[in-house]
């Protein structure tokens, strides 16, 4: 279940969150900050997760179409994996 979710979670475009996150904490003053680390690794699985998880239940119609999803870039989530 736990590479089912890392999948769903987009690693590839984890980049999108925690990059603004350090530039924030550089930017505050410091390059790196013991403090900040409970943000940043929120910012990974868990942000993303929530993120791109509830737009693939949502969007599983147009996610089907789309070649990008079940590589990489994205994970395909199926009607079975999602309860109503």
């Known amino acids: 279940m ?3 979710l890392f999948h769903i979670s987009r690693p590839v475009l984890w980049i999108n969150t925690i990059g603004p996150a ?6 505050a003053g410091d390059l790196w900050r ?20 509830v737009n693939d239940v ?3 119609e147009t996610d089907a179409k789309n070649p990008r999803k079940g590589t ?3 994970a395909r ?5 999602v309860r109503p």
């Open 2 to 4: 736990l590479p089912r």
């Open 22 to 27: 350090v530039v924030g904490v550089w930017l």
């Open 34 to 53: 013991w403090e900040a680390l409970p943000l940043l690794l929120w910012l990974t699985l868990p942000f993303n997760l929530l993120i791109y998880g």
């Open 58 to 60: 949502f969007d599983q």
């Open 72 to 74: 990489l870039e994205g």
């Open 77 to 81: 989530i199926s009607p079975r994996e």
